[in-house]
DNA sequence: ACCGCACCCTGAGCGC
DNA sequence: TGCGCTCAGGGTGCGG
């Protein structure tokens, strides 16, 4: 699920859900490396306190708390954070819509993989975090403290210029598709996005990043701006052939040019998209029309 | 500073 | 039906 889109369609969703309520306690999972801040420490900090915002950096959210401490969270690969009761069906990861139907019932019961249960003093419905892969982070920050996953993040993917990519770009020997995918050049492009941003810049993802002109940069970032905040519009997009129920689900998926369309036409120009291995992640692109 | 790789964990989907 | 295999949209940490 978790690339920026998605990440900021669940800020959206949440938040209402999360700003300004007391909470009176959090039960957790057994102790793991999902919890970056031990849940015996986490329960003594949260309890008691009041979310006052919510915000998103590349893929992380970040919750500030009364007392000027916040809450670090990352949804990993298949993270899925939702209000207790509600079937967010677009939110959910491929794999988690596979084993989806519990949720889909409103007296779902938290399974194993339910790490962070928030409940609050008004007794509505709680804050649930849940996880399959544990690949997701959860962490508490003291006031002031910070944290060098949030130090590291480059210029948000919404925000970034093309004179910084230009820059990030120069020293870099990698492919552009790897260098989409680090953090810390820009916050929040995962795989789908950059593959979708370099079709549409017609740049090949084992294009080397320092042979990248300024103006391919220039393109380069408007079109991953474009894809996210079209992605953003449609309610985040989960990619598979599972049509929801409801119809609810993101058309972002129905408009991907390249992401897991391997040995499918392409779409301007007929050719067949083919998929490569780029820095143990796929890459899609058309032969044709990425050069 | 940079790069490639191993690794963290669970579940789905495939061929047999 | 079940088994073993490969794959998955995330990131970190290590040695070279």
Redesign the pocket.
């Known amino acids: 699920?978790?690339?920026l889109p998605?990440v900021e369609v669940t800020r959206r969703k949440i938040a209402p859900a999360l700003i300004g309520r007391v909470i009176a306690g959090v039960r957790t999972t057994a102790p793991?490396?999902f919890f970056l801040t031990p849940p015996p420490v986490l329960k003594r900090r949260l309890k008691g306190r009041t979310v006052v915002s919510l915000e998103r950096l590349?893929?992380y959210l970040l919750a500030s708390l009364d007392d000027g401490s916040r809450l670090l969270l990352?949804l990993?690969?298949t993270g899925q954070l939702f209000v207790q009761g509600s079937a967010s069906l677009r939110l959910l990861?491929?794999?988690a819509r596979?084993?989806l139907k519990p949720e889909q019932q409103p007296d779902f019961k938290p399974d194993r993989?339910t790490h962070l249960r928030v409940a609050f003093k008004d007794g509505g419905p709680e804050v649930w975090f849940r996880d399959?892969?544990?690949?997701g982070k959860v962490k508490w920050l003291a006031a002031g403290e910070s944290d060098?996953?949030l130090d590291?993040l480059g210029p948000d993917a919404l925000a970034a210029t093309g004179t910084e990519l230009h820059a990030a770009a120069r020293?870099?020997?990698?492919a552009v598709k790897?260098l989409l995918?680090d953090?810390s050049v820009l916050g929040g492009v995962?795989?789908?996005y950059a593959d979708e941003a370099l079709f549409l810049s017609g740049l090949r993802p084992l294009r080397r990043?320092s042979r990248l002109t300024r103006a391919e940069c220039d393109r380069l970032v408007s079109n991953i701006r474009r894809v996210l905040k079209r992605s953003i519009e449609t309610g985040?997009?989960?990619?598979?052939d599972y049509v929801a129920p409801d119809g609810s689900d993101g058309a972002y998926q129905d408009e991907r040019a390249v992401y897991a369309r391997e040995g499918e036409s392409c779409r301007v120009c007929g050719d067949e998209i083919k998929r490569i291995v780029i820095?143990?992640?796929?890459a899609h692109f058309c032969p044709q029309c990425q050069r």
Do not use: C, D, W
């Open positions: 699920m978790p690339e998605e793991s490396y590349g893929k990352h990993g690969m990861s491929s794999t596979a084993s993989h399959a892969r544990k690949f060098t996953r590291r020293r870099r020997g990698v790897s995918l953090q995962g795989n789908i990043a985040g997009s989960s990619i598979s820095g143990q992640r796929s």
